[in-house]
């Protein structure tokens, strides 16, 4: 690694961090789950007999499984104090776990439903398995609901999600709102729970009710006021490295968006074979009062596309999300690692975070370098410092060590540090940093690997 531009020393206040709802949302969370067994022991009398064993237990994983379906649908209907305040990376792990719950608790529920069901009278198990599907109310649509949801499962693991494309594991994902839907009325239908109960099935009916408002209100009236207001559309695409493109957005009032340096927008392009896509994007400048701009490298045939766009395309965007923003930072010492494409919200940090700001910028050759001049002129303007490094002759790569950081960074142990960049190399990176000495919670990441 070498040194580009020297760092000037300049005095900054200690910054102020916000502290993270992270724990108290999990906290409400499991709270929620040890009320739904409240109210399952609530309305319980004595067990008796094995048939009564299973079928309690399959009640508890049925009433679960309901309401880790609401949480699931709440985690997918980016509330703001979700993406913003502990980062679209980890809700998103949030609601991957979620779906897991879900579907092994609906799993559990149905199997040990139908068990005890036939344990009670006396019934062969398939013949008690149809007499269930056919025979009770609302159950043909909850059977249905099931299908969907396992199909959604299926889809979203990730072998699976790699082969089926982006797009198409997209649109499946969507179907959980059609599970749920018909998987709703049964559980007040056959729910001994809510039956003679008023109070529990008006909390049931306020949960789905509330879970419902958060995504029309997060996912449909949201977006429509941002684009009814702001009117985007493309003024302009650059080549910055063999295949990595800028594209600059216009719009009115932009300030009104509230996009700060370090976070993304979902970018919808309205023009042939990219209008039925949604992909995140970050800001790879801040934002400026008429215009934000993203830098995206060519992966794939929507990234490809994105390269051809033409000026005064209509765009449809959503958001601000991520926490990857100047909040996190304890120290006013910075660290910015960003390798390949990951330079883009880095890049916007490098210019707007306050204090003592190096950044080290992995690539392959000077060639691959997208932004390379701006960073150096940013650097120039507030005595930063950019560190790149390139393979050396032969294609070597540079190794990035606890050693090869600690040397490059005085007194990297007291520095926050931002992180991006492909999930191989973040994880490296981020494990010779806690090797340096870097604790945990300075460490600053978003990625999406689920």
Not at 52 to 69: K, P
Not at 102 to 117: C, N, P, R
Request: hydrophobic share 45%; proline share 6%.
């Amino acid at each position: 690694m070498t040194t580009v531009y020297a760092r000037q020393k300049t005095r900054h206040p200690e910054p102020v961090r916000r502290r993270s709802p992270a724990g108290p949302v999990l906290v409400a969370l499991w709270g929620g789950a040890a009320a739904v067994i409240a109210l399952w022991w609530h309305g319980t009398g004595s067990v008796v007999g094995l048939a009564g064993w299973l079928t309690g237990a399959g009640r508890i994983a049925g009433l679960l499984c309901g309401y880790a379906s609401a949480v699931l649908i709440a985690l997918m209907a980016r509330v703001p104090l979700l993406e913003r305040g502990i980062g679209a990376d980890r809700v998103a792990r949030w609601h991957a776990m979620a779906g897991r719950y879900t579907i092994s608790l609906l799993v559990v529920h149905a199997v040990l439903t139908v068990l005890g069901y036939a344990a009670q009278d006396g019934s062969p198990i398939p013949d008690e398995a149809l007499t269930v599907v056919l025979d009770y109310p609302e159950m043909l649509k909850a059977t249905a609901g099931t299908a969907l949801l396992c199909a959604v499962g299926i889809v979203s693991v990730r072998a699976v999600r790699r082969r089926a494309g982006h797009e198409f594991w997209y649109y499946v994902h969507l179907l959980t709102y059609a599970a749920v839907f018909l998987s709703f009325g049964h559980q007040l239908a056959l729910g001994s729970d809510f039956a003679g109960d008023p109070p529990a099935r008006a909390a049931w009916y306020a949960l789905y009710s509330g879970t419902a408002a958060l995504v029309v209100w997060f996912r449909i009236l949201t977006p429509i006021r941002l684009n009814l207001r702001h009117r985007l559309r493309v003024d302009s695409v650059r080549e910055e490295a063999p295949g990595v493109h800028s594209v600059v957005v216009r719009g009115r009032r932009l300030p009104e968006m509230g996009a700060r340096p370090g976070q993304f927008l979902r970018w919808r392009f309205l023009t042939p074979g990219l209008r039925w896509t949604s992909t995140p994007y970050s800001l790879s400048a801040p934002p400026r009062p008429d215009r934000l701009r993203i830098t995206v490298k060519t992966l794939g045939d929507h990234s490809a596309a994105v390269s051809r766009l033409r000026p005064g395309t209509r765009v449809w965007a959503e958001g601000p999300y991520g926490a990857l923003t100047a909040d996190r930072r304890t120290s006013s010492r910075t660290l910015l690692v960003a390798g390949g494409v990951g330079i883009t919200p880095l890049r916007a940090l490098f210019e707007t975070l306050p204090g003592d700001v190096t950044l080290v910028y992995r690539a392959r050759t000077a060639e691959d370098l997208a932004l390379s001049g701006e960073l150096e002129a940013v650097a120039r303007c507030r005595g930063a410092t950019v560190l790149y490094a390139l393979n050396g002759p032969h294609g070597r790569r540079p190794e990035i060590t606890a050693r090869s950081l600690r040397a490059a960074v005085p007194g990297l142990e007291a520095h926050d540090v931002y992180l991006c960049g492909p999930h191989g190399f973040a994880q490296h990176v981020y494990e010779a940093l806690r090797g340096a000495g870097v604790p945990d919670r300075r460490i600053h990441h978003e990625s999406f690997e689920l």
